[in-house]
């Protein structure tokens, strides 16, 4: 019965609460305010066209995208602060798979208190390379760079031993294209290399000029040579230095590879990598010591 009475009184106000909610019957409608647009209230903003400007993003500590000036760098090379029996840190030896282990080696030795890189190929694996040319087993590699004054001096020790000796070349390049470079031959004649690729030697008929020397080196010996370049003068040069002496060896203009279009009229590409390669076929030995890049002097 309570049960009963109780639903009645439900209905009842809900009956009521549907009354109150139509007046004669027309629909009560909430006001609803309207807001016009007009497209020349819609403002644009000011770095819809020009995103990186100042004030239209937070720049990272970490990122700068407007320095974009090349750092120079050189090179001075004495390894007495390298580890003994360790490749040099700041340079790269080629290895490939094929390689036989210990097939080319490049560590730091010490002798009478000096450290220099003794470097050692077996001559039995050689790189790929275009042009169909020879191509060396060994390539040992560092990096500089004078690319906004576009000259500099390069000066390298070289040793090569008086028994199982190997044939030892020396210089600088763009990348894989030689600029000039010096080799030690197996009869210890030396002759220097101008353009083309900036390995041994090339059986391709753009595979640089060569420039014969009357240097007879002396197994055993160590043998200072000064390697030149000027992209604005044109012009690169050999020397072999004994104390304060130098002797030029050749002094040539910068060979046709050596331009970004390969043409007597294109831009010159100055050198930025220092190579020290040994040829395929033969196996032996050869030192390396005092690598130094330096700026030209402005008042020289």
């Given amino acids: 019965?309570?049960?009963?009475?109780?639903?009645?009184?439900?209905?009842?106000?809900?009956?009521?609460?549907?009354a109150e909610g139509t007046t004669s019957g027309e629909n009560t409608t909430i006001p609803v305010t309207t807001v016009e647009t007009t497209a020349s209230a819609i403002?644009?903003?000011?770095?819809?066209?020009?995103?990186?400007?100042?004030?239209?993003?937070?720049?990272?500590?970490?990122?700068?995208?407007t320095n974009i000036v090349r750092q120079e760098y050189t090179i001075t090379e004495t390894f007495e602060t390298d580890m003994l029996g360790q490749i040099p840190r700041n340079w790269l030896l080629y290895m490939n798979a094929e390689y036989k282990p210990q097939?080319?080696?490049?560590?730091?030795?010490?002798?009478?208190?000096?450290?220099?890189?003794?470097?050692?190929?077996?001559?039995l694996q050689k790189p790929m390379y275009p042009q169909n040319a020879p191509t060396p087993t060994?390539?040992?590699s560092t990096k500089f760079n004078l690319d906004e004054q576009r000259?500099?001096?390069?000066?390298?020790?070289?040793?090569?031993?008086?028994?199982?000796?190997?044939?030892?070349?020396?210089?600088?390049?763009?990348?894989a294209v030689n600029t000039i470079n010096i080799t030690i031959?197996?009869?210890?004649?030396?002759?220097?290399?101008?353009?083309?690729?900036?390995y041994y030697y090339s059986s391709n008929s753009d595979g640089g000029d060569y420039h014969e020397t009357d240097v007879i080196v002396t197994p055993g010996e160590w043998y200072t040579f000064k390697l030149t370049w000027d992209a604005d003068s044109n012009l690169v040069k050999a020397y072999l230095v004994e104390g304060a002496v130098e002797t030029l060896?050749?002094?040539?203009?910068?060979?046709?590879s050596n331009r970004f279009n390969a043409k007597t009229t294109g831009t010159i590409l100055v050198p930025n990598v220092v190579k020290v390669t040994m040829p395929y076929g033969q196996s032996g030995y050869a030192y390396l010591d005092n690598v130094k890049v330096e700026e030209v002097d402005p008042d020289a």
């Avoid at 109780?6 to 009842?12: A, E, P, R, V």
């Avoid at 070289?158 to 070349?169: F, W």
């Avoid at 031959?185 to 900036?198: I, Y």
């Fill in 1 to 18: 019965m309570k049960k009963a009475l109780l639903l009645i009184i439900l209905t009842i106000f809900v009956l009521v609460g549907c």
């Fill in 43 to 65: 403002e644009e903003s000011p770095c819809k066209d020009t995103p990186l400007a100042s004030g239209c993003y937070i720049p990272m500590d970490d990122l700068d995208f």
């Fill in 249 to 256: 060896l050749v002094s040539v203009p910068f060979h046709v």
């Fill in 138 to 140: 060994f390539i040992f």
């Fill in 151 to 175: 000259k500099g001096i390069a000066y390298f020790d070289l040793l090569v031993p008086a028994e199982n000796k190997n044939a030892i070349s020396v210089g600088v390049s763009t990348g």
């Fill in 185 to 198: 031959d197996n009869d210890n004649s030396v002759f220097v290399k101008v353009g083309g690729p900036f």
């Fill in 103 to 123: 097939g080319v080696m490049a560590k730091v030795v010490e002798s009478d208190g000096k450290r220099y890189v003794e470097m050692y190929s077996d001559g």
